[in-house]
């Protein structure tokens, strides 16, 4: 069983950054992939990120390539999403999940309580 604990959401202005951070509750968190969705009010809960068990290997959704940037540190059982030059439209709800394979799509089998990022224009 893996659990998971975003922080870091919040209010920022357009143009802005924040860090989101998901520490796990695991003894082999290397044994996992992890990734950030995000899901807006009315919308299906979409992919971000995705980095695989040894940060290798990243993967973005198109809509944040070259602004957001995954990574993790496995001595710290944490992953983080950094954000920059946020836009409106990045407005939502962040969630972490990890699953023993490393996909863009959502059969994660663990996932946080999300984290409320909103940024105003």
């Known amino acids: 069983q893996v659990q998971l604990e975003e922080s870091g959401g919040g209010l920022v202005q357009a143009g802005g950054s924040l860090r989101l951070s998901c520490a ?3 003894r082999t968190f ?4 992890m ?3 995000r899901q807006a009010p009315g919308k299906e809960r979409d992919f971000v990120a995705a980095i695989n068990w040894s940060g290798r290997n990243t993967y973005y ?3 944040v390539k070259g602004r957001f940037t995954i990574s993790r540190d496995n001595a710290k059982n944490t992953v983080y999403l950094q954000m920059s030059n946020l836009k409106p439209e990045d407005t ?7 699953d023993r394979r490393v996909r863009e799509t959502k059969e994660y089998d663990f996932w946080g309580q999300g984290t409320q990022v909103t940024v105003s224009s």
């Open 24 to 26: 796990a509750s695991v």
């Open 30 to 33: 290397i044994n996992y992939a």
């Open 35 to 37: 990734a950030w969705f």
């Open 61 to 63: 959704a198109d809509s």
């Open 92 to 98: 939502a709800v962040y969630y972490c999940a990890a």
